[in-house]
């Protein structure tokens, strides 16, 4: 898979994710030893991102000429140590042509689902669609979801599959009362959504989500209760509840 894979060819990168998740990771350790409180992590710094190097195969660790310890992980364990850094992986660094590098963003992907979080990279844009019915919908039912701060949207064309259109949620608080009242009200919006289109939701407290980065740098509220001047209900302790999830 990673003979396969070159710049385009999404198909083939979308496979090695998927291998990735299940399959063993020789881990270089610049210091420390398995399992040592003091281990850490070899780094490396591409196009000025990081990155953590590994190998694939017992066979890659001896010709890779590494002569530090290293750990044996499984691909979906380290993803999940890495990604809230903003790390990256980096297979066999040795290799002819320097090998492959799997952004954080990917590693997110891997723990989270590859089915669920998009393909990147993402083309991101505002909506063009005209559905006016479907954001009165949504406006009046945000005015009656005290939950609700505020809602922005986008239009997601991912690398790999249909593009579609994200409601961005702002909300007071992610307790479980309030996630299931915005559901709900999501759930209700949606029948005057035109036939055929996606629809999403991305909670814009996700800091490691790129649409919800992508609404807050970009993207005004199409509907925003603090601007109206509305009261806004005590804040409770957050609980985010995932992205993005089709209704």
Do not use: K
Not at 28 to 47: F, I, S
Not at 117 to 122: E, F
Not at 145 to 169: C, E, F, K, N
């Amino acid at each position: 898979m990673l003979r396969q894979v070159s710049p385009g060819q999404y198909d083939a990168y979308e496979a090695l994710l998927r291998a990735l998740g299940d399959a063993r990771l020789w881990m270089l350790l610049w210091q420390g030893g398995p399992g040592a409180p003091d281990a850490q992590y070899g780094n490396m710094e591409v196009g000025g991102h990081g990155y953590v190097p590994c190998v694939t195969s017992a066979q890659e660790l001896a010709v890779s000429g590494w002569n530090r310890a290293h750990e044996v992980a499984v691909g979906r364990e380290v993803a999940g140590a890495l990604f809230p850094g903003r790390w990256g992986l980096w297979l066999n660094p040795h290799a002819p042509g320097g090998g492959v590098g799997v952004p954080w963003l990917d590693l997110r992907r891997i723990c989270g689902g590859l089915d669920v979080l998009p393909a990147g990279p993402l083309r991101l844009s505002e909506p063009s669609l005209e559905i006016p019915a479907f954001y009165a919908q949504l406006t009046h039912g945000a005015q009656y979801t005290p939950a609700v701060r505020s809602l922005r949207r986008a239009w997601v064309q991912p690398a790999v599959g249909a593009p579609y259109l994200v409601i961005g949620l702002d909300l007071y608080d992610g307790s479980p009362p309030s996630v299931e009242a915005v559901q709900q009200m999501m759930r209700r919006s949606v029948s005057a959504v035109p036939e055929g289109l996606p629809v999403s939701t991305v909670l814009m407290a996700d800091e490691y989500d790129p649409v919800a980065m992508w609404l807050r740098a970009n993207a005004r509220p199409f509907f925003d209760r603090d601007a109206q001047g509305a009261p806004a209900p005590a804040a409770a302790p957050g609980y985010g509840y995932g992205y993005p999830r089709a209704y």
